[in-house]
């Protein structure tokens, strides 16, 4: 069985994220999604309009999804190694960079391979979020 890995914060669930888990279930036998959990986004300097327990319910009810997990920390190879999965998939805004091309000399030593995927254009969360906001009246700065 090919097992699959990706995470996410899936804040504001769009069809860009739909896209990752067809593609990524495409490439797998069983994907398995972590979900940020709220402490991990506040430490990296964001907060999630939805709560964890909401956006993990809907990473679960996906039909792509065979799993959804809590993603606590970031560190993707633990996770890989523990749940046996041959593929990391993320975004390819990674690709290239020294980060990423390190990690993939990490991953391999471990038999896992990362496969990028492109960002469904004109999408994000991001970008979600701040027209809610523009509507709202409210700026991302106001909110912090």
Not at 52 to 66: A, G, H, P, Q, T
Not at 78 to 98: I, N
Request: some cysteine; overall charge neutral; hydrophobic content about 35%.
């Amino acid at each position: 069985m090919i097992i699959g890995y990706t995470t996410g914060v899936y804040d504001l669930f769009h069809v860009g994220h739909l896209n990752l888990f067809k593609n990524a279930k495409g490439m797998c036998d069983k994907l398995v999604v972590g979900v940020t959990v709220d402490e991990l986004v506040s430490y990296k300097g964001k907060q999630a309009m939805i709560p964890f327990e909401d956006r993990i319910e809907l990473v679960r009810s996906c039909k792509y999804v065979d799993a959804a997990i809590p993603q606590y920390d970031m560190d993707k190879l633990t996770a890989c190694k523990k749940l046996g999965a041959s593929y990391l998939f993320v975004g390819d805004d990674w690709y290239g960079t020294e980060k990423w091309n390190n990690y993939e000399k990490e991953f391999a030593e471990y038999g896992i391979k990362i496969v990028y995927f492109p960002y469904t254009k004109g999408i994000s969360s991001t970008k979600i979020s701040e027209a809610l906001k523009a509507v709202r009246g409210t700026s991302l700065k106001d909110e912090k």
